[in-house]
């Protein structure tokens, strides 16, 4: 995905391609799937030593109490809790608020990887930065 961005963006083709905008959103979860991948491995790594008795059950679990692991459990439910929370209502704000348009129409806006989008930053603002009226002391 990273390197078909690289390729579409130096081509100025990034905006434009419907493949590569559905392969980007179907590789959203993928972190997340990598991460899951993981612990899956790591977890069902220990059995095989255990099942063939090369390992003692005793010597595969963790060394932490039940009252350990339910605290932990209870501390991660509600930081995620926060963060998800936090997350979904910043995003249903910005959805209300809306687009706005810098332009007096939005046909002179031109879009993401047009000919008139502000490439810079301040390239878009529409007042003065600096205040020439009040005249300015060198």
Do not use: C
């Not at 005793?58 to 963060?83: C, H, M, N, R």
């Not at 910005?94 to 002179?108: A, D």
């Amino acid at each position: 995905l990273a390197l078909a961005g690289l390729w579409l963006r130096r081509s100025d083709r990034l905006y434009e391609n419907k493949w590569f905008q559905r392969f980007a959103l179907v590789m959203g979860p993928s972190g997340f799937i990598a991460l899951l991948a993981g612990w899956f491995t790591t977890e069902v790594g220990r059995q095989p030593w255990v099942v063939y008795g090369v390992m003692r059950t005793k010597d595969a679990i963790s060394p932490v109490s039940a009252e350990q692991v339910g605290l932990t459990l209870i501390i991660f439910v509600l930081v995620y809790f926060v963060v998800f929370g936090i997350g979904i209502y910043y995003m249903l704000k910005l959805i209300n608020k809306g687009p706005q348009f810098i332009h007096s129409t939005p046909q002179e806006a031109g879009g993401v990887g047009r000919f008139k989008t502000p490439m810079q930053p301040l390239s878009a603002a529409d007042e003065e930065l600096d205040d020439q009226d009040k005249g300015a002391t060198s």
